[in-house]
């Protein structure tokens, strides 16, 4: 029975029983046996009743069908488990050693039930949360540490990434995304909205003039992205609606991987940056930058929260999805028409 115990534990700590009330059970010789956990429970009953009458009362069921239940169970698993005389029942050897080890085990479960409805209702546990790194450290980072003030029984692990991180194969409970989503099983609370823009210090502009239309890009500096395979990305301008407004490109002299560094780059005067609006709305209310070249943004991109499960999601998950939702739907930086 030590073997039974091992695979039991095993799905056990998988959920399996709790999402579909079955388990496994491996005996000596290596044979798997389905076992109908209310099947379990019906023996569980006759024993601490005293009998299949008793416990039928106790179950409100008919005395046959917990018959046939026991039944069942000893032919799932291909052993006598009960003693049937004039004098009542009684369990058979394997009969106690079973009920011993499956008293463990339901006990186990109505703890993990106990805890999974306790999950639903208040925020415990840990939360893993995802998104952009630039938007993880401006705006998600100071709602994790609120919101740990306000939910002591949360833990938090946050990943920082720019790349698509997937929620269900990475263990992510929500995702931040700036980009339209695909159609998917996934539930999705749009908080904002933001656009792809062009800035530049204020000295620079003074020097070398504002640009106002595409055509006035090659007489202008500008700080370039690498592509994924290595090489500079192509400026790329478009008019309101998303169309290419033009291929006249600016002198593209220096290339980063990282928007941070190419903020950086234009606060420095060294020249024109592309980059979304949000990662620089602070240095342009503060005038560190300027915006240009409105006419040809493109149509703003929204940011949503996506998480699983919807309704049915964790505690800490509704709870965080409803805190966060109503943080960054008011803050100025996410609010692109």
């Not at 290596?30 to 019906?42: D, F, K």
């Not at 006598?80 to 479960?109: A, N, Q, S, V």
């Not at 709305?281 to 149509?299: A, F």
Request: charged content about 20%.
């Amino acid at each position: 029975m030590h073997n039974a115990w091992h695979v039991l534990c095993l799905i056990q700590l998988r959920q399996y029983l709790v999402r579909k009330k079955w388990f496994f059970l491996q005996f000596h010789f290596s044979i798997y046996a389905m076992v109908s956990l209310e099947h379990i429970r019906i023996l569980v009953a006759a024993i601490d009743t005293g009998g299949l009458a008793s416990a039928a009362r106790l179950l409100g069921l008919s005395p046959a069908s917990v018959t046939r239940a026991i039944a069942a169970l000893e032919a799932e698993l291909g052993v006598k488990l009960l003693h049937r005389g004039p004098r009542g029942t009684r369990l058979t050897e394997t009969g106690e050693t079973f009920l011993l080890d499956t008293r463990h085990i339901l006990e186990d479960l109505e703890h993990a039930e106990a805890t999974a409805r306790n999950a639903h209702l208040e925020p415990v546990g840990l939360l893993t949360v995802t998104a952009p790194v630039l938007f993880g450290r401006l705006h998600v980072a100071p709602l994790l540490t609120d919101f740990l003030e306000s939910h002591p029984k949360v833990r938090v692990q946050a990943i920082f990434a720019d790349r698509l991180v997937h929620i269900v194969e990475e263990g992510v409970d929500v995702a931040l995304r700036i980009a339209p989503l695909p159609d998917s099983a996934l539930t999705a609370v749009q908080v904002g909205a933001v656009r792809l823009i062009t800035v530049a210090a204020p000295a620079y502009l003074s020097q070398h003039g504002i640009p106002s239309s595409i055509d006035d890009l090659p007489s202008h500096r500008a700080i370039g992205y690498l592509d994924i395979g290595g090489g500079p990305k192509v400026w790329r301008l478009t008019n309101r609606d998303g169309d290419t407004a033009g291929h006249a490109q600016p002198d593209v002299a220096l290339s980063v991987n990282t928007a941070d560094v190419a903020i950086d780059a234009a606060i420095s005067g060294y020249g024109l940056a592309r980059v979304l609006s949000y990662q620089v709305y602070d240095h342009i209310e503060q005038g560190r930058l300027q915006r240009v070249l409105q006419s040809y943004e493109p149509p703003p991109t929204p940011v949503n929260i996506v998480y699983p499960q919807g309704r049915r999601a964790a505690a800490k998950i509704r709870y965080f999805v409803d805190f966060a939702a109503k943080r960054l739907r008011v803050h100025p930086a996410l609010g692109e028409r």
